[in-house]
């Protein structure tokens, strides 16, 4: 896989929330895709490439449930969190707007689940016009056979699907 250009490309992290994490996954457990996660954001903070983090919070409602916050120590200083109440990351979030901002217009997504938070982000951010790479190892879903599907059927659709070795940048800007 070429190298991406860090003035056009961001981060995009789906749900990386300690009660989240922490569910029974596959085919990896939370925890390595959290490493996984946390290398590729260091690689494009490195880079001088943008960073965000989507967070789910439950509409209507005051209090979220426990572990609702993103895992302790992923944010760094000049990353981005974006709050959303849908499955996907673009419904009335400005993330789109964020994004467009920063000069993005191709997104490398990782998080959990695969083929819900991940793949709704993605299906968005296609129908956007945003160039799409995935990075496998720092994804997992409730079932293997979920992400799977995701990772073998739809995302080829979408954009190309690599491993986190193989995603880099050409450097800062």
């Known amino acids: ?102 000069g993005a217009d191709t997104l490398v997504l990782g998080g959990i689940a695969t083929n819900l938070g991940v793949e709704s982000t993605a299906r968005a951010a296609c129908d956007l016009g945003y160039g799409l790479v995935f990075a496998e190892d720092a994804m997992a879903a409730l079932t293997a056979d979920e992400h799977r599907a995701s990772v073998a059927l739809d995302f080829p659709r979408l954009g190309t699907v690599a491993p986190v070795s193989a995603i880099t940048l050409d450097g800062p800007e």
């Open 1 to 102: 896989m070429p190298a991406l250009d860090p003035g056009r490309t961001a981060l995009v992290l789906v749900d990386l929330m300690e009660r989240i994490v922490a569910l029974p996954l596959a085919p990896r457990p939370g925890t390595d895709v959290l490493a996984a996660s946390a290398r590729l954001a260091d690689t494009f903070r490195d880079a001088g490439a943008p960073v965000v983090h989507l967070r789910v919070e439950r509409p209507n409602t005051d209090t979220q449930p426990p572990g609702s916050e993103l895992v302790p120590d992923l944010v760094r200083d000049g990353d981005r969190v974006v709050v959303k109440r849908t499955i996907g990351g673009f419904q009335d979030t400005g993330l789109h707007e964020l994004l467009s901002g920063l």
